[in-house]
């Protein structure tokens, strides 16, 4: 195994393979990207081809290409290691040893998959599917677009795919439970019950094409006709299961990715139809939730694709408290969000591409922001001539307004505001000064983070050691260079045992080249090396200007000793004073002067 790894390794170049996922920019040695794994506007996450690594100076994410396919992905070594070996061309010497866990959800994969063609094999090619085929058609919903999205219609009847389960497939009834398409038949009935029958179905696919559950959906009941009316909800899930977890997944996805890349934004919508009709009227880069709620993980997937969301949900959507809570969310997760706008023309996107389709694209190319929507939307649903409306008015937006970071921007929504409700900007201000949180504290993040930090070390020396070796080892020439440092600060690593660790490396080995370097260093100190390496290849000095920067900083660090130095001295001179001891006072005193002369002379070459 660590053979294949290795291989493919080298056959695979980091820059090619993150560069499928996220857009790079070259910037000398190395490249440069916003993080797809923390919201960010200004890049911090860099691409070495040298060493084949990455590191985000934002969030402290890094690795290999492994890594960066699991963090990206979502998967396990093994999965990663699977889908880079494909890439690569490779095929996998395979352990059949599956863990029980594994071999269980590869068995209900099997089963979800097997469920998914049956349901599509009756509607399609079934007389129990025609009403479910005729409703879809009726709908605009074309044979190309069914085959494409695998809909299908489940029968009223559960024995018939139950026993096309179990006797033709040989599945087992426990299995079959367990992938939440079934249940088990209460008092004591043999067999299974199936959660969708008489109902249309929608397979949830991952991103990745496999099937985890299923949506299902009531007919209307002209196309049922002879049959009792269900009293269900019009649309229900897959319960939750060891594969399906509502709160991670996004309708549509796996077809949609590849022209949110494209196209720079994603559309969300609610439910299956409102994605189906946009897509299969050339509108791709769109996606739906199950309700007006986002959640963290399905945000932090959409991330991977794009930072801008257009939300296209049912036009109540902005009187939905989940909905609020949603784009409360998403805005401090960094996302630029919009509203695609139908109302009062059109309830949804379904709705508004079956009535107009010229219309839904005009609206698509110029959404609104966010905060335009909101005040739009709240002055719309309340009088803003009577007291109560003004209120209800300030009580929707300003929670929203208060979200707003840029001071320039928020006082112009203010302004629209007030005039929008007859009053003055300053105290729209006043009543926003009500719903203002604290601030949350800023994260500061080191330079490098090693392992320990020494508390011995002072902050501001520490940070000077850090960028030091981030000049050394980015250097053409890292040995020469250190030794050169090394030759004015003998001790200076000692005080951080890791970088020593990496210096006395760098200079007591033979040295032959920075890639093999790498590969010789101990795992522990590995993090370390790469994040100090990529953090000196972002500064991209030429040789002259890294040459300047280190004799500054050297320069810097012996400045700060001497001023530590007399700091030191000048109390051990106060004490001697105060016990009348003349005779070493006259000595500390001359020791104060020398130091005092040598930090003088390094501050005056530094002027």
């Keep these: ?38 919201g960010e506007k200004t890049p911090s996450f860099m691409v070495s081809p040298e060493l084949q690594i990455y590191k985000c100076f934002g969030c402290g994410k890094g690795g290999d290409i492994f890594t960066f396919v699991q963090e990206f992905e979502k998967v396990d070594f093994k999965e990663a290691l699977e889908e880079l070996a494909k890439l690569a061309g490779i095929t996998l010497v395979r352990n059949d040893a599956l863990t029980a866990s594994e071999a269980h959800r590869k068995k209900l994969l099997e089963i979800n998959a097997e469920v998914c063609r049956f349901y599509h094999y009756i509607l399609t090619k079934h007389p129990l599917g025609q009403p479910a085929l005729k409703y879809l058609t009726d709908r605009g919903i074309t044979s190309e677009i069914i085959t494409k999205f695998k809909i299908g219609f489940a029968p009223r009847d559960s024995q018939v795919i139950s026993a096309y389960l179990l006797s033709q497939k040989k599945f087992v009834l426990r299995d079959l439970v367990d992938t939440g398409t079934f249940g088990a038949n ?87 139809f409102d994605m189906i009709s946009p897509f299969a009227a050339g509108v791709t880069n769109i996606v739906a939730i199950k309700g007006t709620a986002f959640t963290t993980e399905q945000l932090e997937l959409l991330r991977r694709y794009t930072d801008t969301l257009v939300l296209g949900l049912d036009s109540d959507f902005a009187g939905n408290s989940a909905a609020r809570r949603s784009i409360e969310l998403a805005d401090s997760m960094g996302f630029d969000l919009k509203v695609l706008s ?5 309830k949804d996107p379904d709705e508004a591409v079956h009535g107009d389709l010229p219309f839904f694209k005009k609206q698509l190319e110029n959404p609104l922001p966010i905060w335009d929507f909101l005040i739009n939307s709240a002055v719309a649903a309340n009088d803003p001539s ?54 949350a504290a800023k994260l500061s993040i080191p330079v490098i983070t090693a392992p320990v930090k020494p508390a011995a070390v002072p902050t501001k020396k520490l940070r000077l050691i850090q960028y030091l070796l981030c000049l050394i080892l980015s250097s053409k020439n890292p040995p020469v260079v250190a030794a050169k440092v090394l030759a004015t600060l003998p001790d200076l690593f000692k005080e ?15 040295f032959d080249g920075i890639e093999n370097f790498h590969r010789s260093l101990p795992a522990e100190i590995q993090p370390t090396f790469q994040a100090a390496y990529l953090k000196g290849l972002s500064y991209n000095f030429t040789s002259e200007n890294r040459r300047r920067e280190i004799k500054t900083t050297v320069s810097s660090i012996r400045i700060f000793d001497l001023k530590n130095q007399l700091k030191n001295q000048s109390q051990q001179i106060a004490l001697l004073e105060s016990r009348g001891d003349e005779a070493l ?23």
């Design 386 to 439: 009577t007291i109560k409306g003004k209120k209800l008015i300030l009580a929707t937006v300003l929670p929203f307004l208060t979200k707003i970071s840029n001071s320039v921007i928020r006082a112009d929504y203010i302004r629209k505001l007030s005039l929008e409700i007859g009053s003055s900007p300053e105290s729209v201000t006043q009543e926003l000064g009500k719903y203002s949180a604290a601030p």
């Design 342 to 346: 139908l109302a009062p023309r059109f």
């Design 1 to 38: 195994m660590d053979n294949q790894v290795e291989e493919i390794k080298r056959k695979l170049d980091i820059v090619n393979v993150i560069g499928r996922y996220i857009p790079l920019k070259k910037k000398g040695r190395h490249y440069t990207a916003n993080c797809p794994f923390h």
């Design 496 to 510: 951080v045992p890791l970088y020593q660790k990496i210096i006395d490396l760098l200079t007591k080995e033979p």
């Design 585 to 607: 006072l006259s000595v500390a005193e001359k020791d104060y002067n020398k130091t005092l002369h040598q930090l003088l002379e390094l501050e005056s070459a530094r002027t």
């Design 186 to 272: 209460r008092y004591g009935r043999p067999g299974v019950y199936d959660r969708f029958s008489g109902r249309l179905t929608f397979p949830l696919m991952d991103y990745r094409d496999r099937i985890l559950g299923f949506s299902g959906r009531i007919l209307p009941p002209e196309f049922q006709p002879g049959k009792a009316p269900f009293d269900g909800a019009k649309y229900i899930n897959s319960p939750e299961t060891e594969l399906y977890h509502k709160s991670h997944l996004l309708f549509g996805l796996n077809f949609a990715k590849d022209a949110i890349r494209t196209q720079g934004y994603v559309i969300i919508v609610e439910g299956e």
